[in-house]
C-alpha cells in the first residue's frame, strides 16, 4: 500500500506546463501532457523535467535526481554522452528531476509509462484494484515457496525420526524433542525469517528491473 501510494504521488510531480520550440523555432507553453518525442523543451533552473530528454545545448546546467535515484547530490549535465548506461550518461535528464543550477535546451525522447521512473511504477501499478501487480505476485510466489520449504522440512524431520532415530537411538531425540524442533523451525522460517526473505525478494526485484531496463 506505501508503494502504491508513493506510484500515485508522482502525478504531482509533473508540471502542468512547459516551454517547447516548435513551430520554426517559436517558443510556447504547453501542457506537459501534449509532449511527445521530439519535442525541444526549454530547462530553466527551478523546472522539474516533464519527460525523459536528452541535452542538446546547455550553459552550466545541473539536476538533482533525487525522486529518481535518491541521490540528492547535484549532477552536472553536458551535451556528450558519458556512459552506456542512460542512468550514469550526463547528457540525459529524467522525468521528476529538479533544474538546480543553469539552464539549457532537451530533446523529448520518452514521455508517459515509457520514461525510466514510469516504467517502474508501471510494475506496481494496476488498472483493476483486483488485479495482482508484478510486485505482489514475485512476493507471493516467495511467501508460497516459503511455506512449502518450511512444511517438507518439518514432514522430512518426522519420517527421519521415526524411521531412523527413535529405533536406533531413543534416547537422542524424545517425541516431546522432535515437537519442539518443529516448532521451532516453525517460529524461525515464518516470523522470524519471512519479513527478512521478503526483504531480500524486494532487492533482488529491483535488481531484476535495472537489469532488463537498462543493462
Known amino acids: 500500500m506505501k508503494s502504491l501510494k508513493i506510484i500515485r504521488s508522482f502525478a504531482q510531480i509533473l508540471p502542468k506546463l512547459t516551454t517547447v520550440r516548435r513551430n520554426n523555432g517559436r517558443e510556447q507553453q504547453i501542457p506537459t501532457s501534449h509532449l511527445v518525442p521530439g519535442d525541444i523543451i526549454l530547462l530553466q533552473i527551478g523546472d522539474k ?9 546547455c550553459q552550466n546546467l545541473k539536476v538533482n535526481n533525487s525522486e529518481l535515484t535518491g541521490e540528492s547530490k547535484p549532477i552536472k549535465c553536458t ?4 556512459n552506456e548506461n542512460l542512468l550514469e550518461t550526463s547528457n540525459m535528464v529524467f522525468y521528476s528531476s529538479l533544474i538546480v543550477e543553469g539552464n539549457g535546451e532537451a530533446l523529448v525522447v520518452a514521455t508517459g509509462d515509457k520514461t525510466i521512473l514510469g516504467r517502474v511504477s508501471k510494475l506496481t501499478r494496476s488498472s483493476n484494484t483486483d488485479e495482482i501487480t508484478g510486485l505482489h505476485r514475485e512476493v507471493n510466489r516467495f511467501i508460497l515457496f516459503v511455506l512449502c520449504a518450511t512444511v517438507l522440512s518439518i514432514i522430512t524431520i518426522w519420517i527421519t525420526w521415526i524411521v531412523w532415530l527413535n529405533p536406533t537411538y531413543p534416547s537422542y531425540i524424545t517425541f516431546n524433542s522432535n515437537v519442539i524442533n518443529s516448532i521451532g523451525m516453525i517460529v524461525g522460517f515464518l516470523p522470524v525469517g519471512l519479513p527478512s526473505a521478503v526483504t531480500l525478494v524486494l532487492v533482488i526485484v529491483a535488481v531484476r528491473i535495472k537489469t532488463f531496463f537498462f543493462c
Do not use: G, L, Q
Open 79 to 82: 551535451i556528450n554522452s558519458t
Open 49 to 57: 523535467v516533464p519527460a525523459d530528454c536528452r541535452i542538446i545545448s
